[in-house]
């Protein structure tokens, strides 16, 4: 069992930034994928970026280049580092965790920006 817990989330104006970061409740060398979601209301829950144990990473078009995701894994702890944040990012910022075909989800965290 993985128990996934975010923070990192506020208010921020448009072109601000914001890091959020997901800790879990053991280790998480042996997590292969690790994520960040977000979920606008009235819209699906979209993918924003992932990371595999071994540091490769990809994200969603419309951030790259301002998000960058990285793991500690000292510290069991993900990271999100949003930078040029836009009102329409507007969302709840979930963390996922995938061990061995098992996924895993933390409660959220609201990332509000304004215009």
């Known amino acids: 069992q993985v128990q996934l817990v975010e923070s990192g989330g506020g208010l921020v104006q448009a072109g601000g930034s914001l890091r959020l970061s997901c800790a879990a409740s053991g280790s998480i060398f042996n997590i292969d994928v690790m994520g960040w979601y977000r979920q606008a209301p009235g819209k699906q829950r979209e993918l924003v970026a992932i990371?595999?144990?071994?540091?490769?990473?990809n994200y969603a078009d419309s951030v790259k280049g301002r998000f960058t995701v990285s793991r500690d894994n000292a510290k069991n702890t993900m990271y999100l580092q949003m930078n040029s944040l836009k009102p329409e990012e507007t969302a709840v910022y979930y963390c996922?965790?995938?061990?061995?075909?098992?996924?895993?989800w933390g409660q959220g965290t609201q990332v509000t920006v304004s215009s």
């Open positions: 990371i595999t144990n071994d540091d490769r990473t």
């Open positions: 996922n965790a995938n061990r061995y075909g098992n996924i895993y």
